[in-house]
């Protein structure tokens, strides 16, 4: 019997309650605006450094990507791979060898 009593006693409960999640007002939203720092920094001249820096430099500052620990190729490979896949970075298929041969000339393990 209370079985039965209960789904009466739900309906009940929802109808006759107040709504709780109601707003206390119109939500708006609301522009905002940001200035970060100017980085006119770019990677050290090297075969496929302006591949790296027209792909690279739209996230990261050259010193996150030259302070990272010395990666063998498969980690640099990874590490771009990553970037595409989990970031959705917009970096053509055809560039990633050339920015992973750059990252691996410049900060490869040895």
Known sequence: ???SMLPVALVA?????QPCAQAEGEFAFKSISVDLPAGDSMFPKG??????????L?????????????LSKAAWQAEVD???TAYKAPIDQKDVDLIVDYLVSIKSKK
């Open 1 to 3: 019997m209370v079985r």
């Open 13 to 17: 409960a929802i109808a006759f309650s």
């Open 82 to 84: 990553k970037m595409r």
């Open 47 to 56: 075969p496929n450094s302006d591949t790296a820096n027209a792909n690279c």
């Open 58 to 70: 739209a996230c990261h500052s050259t010193d996150m990507v030259l302070n990272q620990p010395a």
